[in-house]
Structure formats: C-alpha cells, structure tokens
C-alpha cells in the first residue's frame, strides 16, 4: 500500500551506532505504529501514537524510541543498536474508530553486525 | 499480555486444492482481520470481520468470526500459484484500544 512509505528499505550498520528509521503517510491517518518481525513470532509492537506528541509503549519497547512531531510522520531510533534488534521493521497507519484495520508500509530490513 | 495461536505454522500445498488456517485465543476480540504478506512486502489487508458469527468472502477467500469472539479461520479455495505468501491474523483488543495482537502468521506454497 503506497499510502504509507518507509525509508531506507534496507540498512546495514554496526553494534552501538544510532539508527532512525522513518515513516510517513499520506491518508491522514490519526494512528500510527511501528511494529518488528521476526521469523516465526508474527508482527510484535514495539511503540504506537494516536495523536501528534502522543506516545504509547507497546510489547517490546524496550532499546526503541519514537518521535511523531506531525500527524503525517512516524520515527522509530535505536539509540545503541544492538545485534539482537536485527529483524524487518514495519510501520502501520489507522483510522481513529475502534479496531478499523491497519495499512502497512513496505518495510526496513535492518541488520546490526 | 494476549496472545494469538495461528495453526498450520506452514502448509505445501498441490494447485487447486483447497487451504484452511485458524487462529484462537483465550481472549475475547472485537475485530478479526486477515492479512497477506508477499516476500519483499509489507502485510496486505485481505478480510476484516465486526461482528461474532460473521462470514465474508473476498473471491476465492472466505473468513469467519467465531462465535464466541476467541477464533476466527480463513479458508482459500482452489489455489493457484500467486496465492503463496505468509499469512496473518489480527485480533482487534476488546475495549477498541486500537491496538492488533497479531497471529505468527501460516506459511503457504503451492506447487503448480
């Protein structure tokens, strides 16, 4: 789903440095979230905001911070990245009624040597 | 916290036959939702259930929303080769908290 876009796609880096991934979306959507994914455990949310400056701990926060500085615009940092975080990284955006379905971007592949 | 069992794990599977995948929790869902994921691909929305007892088709793909609002299946008929993909369910938390809890998804291939 093109509406919502994530950069870079791929990223290959080193344990300790910082990484910001980033997200936008072009429906308006109110909510938005990042989730990770690894092999074998589905989709597990790490943070999700429903409004600008709205910031909510999901499942596996812990190593993450997000920034949603406008409605469009989502960003998920690693401040010390660490090899264990190495997995496909995907943001969601949704609507603000109830449990509507989430539209997903295409992805980050991030590994951390 | 809750949590989804999403059963097969994987399934490989002969052209034209028929699938069939379900996801249960000892937790109650107000949504239930299907997803494809493609390699290379961010997960893509194919069903979404409201109401328990619920079934909804989407061409060869029909989706249920149990009864009791613990379980939901997704069957795919006559498959053909571009159906092969991961594919995942989400239930929507109970108190429209926003939030999905997703299953570990059924890996599907389907030899022509």
């Known amino acids: 789903d093109a509406d919502v876009t994530q950069t870079p796609r791929n990223r290959i880096t080193k344990t300790g440095k910082r990484i910001m991934l980033e997200c936008s979306q072009t429906?308006?959507?109110?909510?938005m979230y990042w989730y990770r994914q690894d092999p074998g455990l589905g989709l597990r949310l790490i943070y999700y905001?429903?409004?600008?400056?709205?910031?909510n701990k999901g499942e596996i926060s812990d190593g993450y911070s997000v920034s949603r500085q406008a409605q469009a615009k989502f960003s998920l940092s690693l401040e010390s990245a660490i090899p264990n975080q190495t997995a496909l990284y995907f943001c969601?955006?949704?609507?603000?009624?109830?449990?509507?379905?989430?539209?997903f971007g295409d992805g980050t592949r991030l590994s951390i040597l | 916290g809750q949590q989804l069992n999403q059963s097969p794990q994987s399934m490989f599977i002969q052209e034209g036959e028929d699938v069939s995948m379900n996801c249960t929790s000892s937790?109650?869902?107000?949504?239930w939702l299907w997803y494809k994921q493609d390699p290379g691909e961010g997960p893509v929305l194919l069903i979404a259930l409201y109401k328990a007892g619920e079934l909804t088709s989407n061409g060869r793909l029909t989706a249920q929303f149990g009864i009791t609002r613990k379980d939901s299946f997704l069957n795919i008929s006559a498959s053909i080769p571009s159906d092969v993909g991961i594919y995942f369910c989400a239930g929507g938390e109970a108190g429209n908290t926003g939030k999905l809890i997703f299953g570990q998804g059924t890996t599907l291939q389907v030899k022509p």
């Open positions: 429906k308006g959507h109110d909510r």
């Open positions: 969601a955006a949704g609507t603000a009624f109830g449990n509507q379905p989430q539209h």
């Open positions: 905001s429903f409004d600008v400056k709205d910031i």
């Open positions: 937790s109650i869902f107000n949504t």
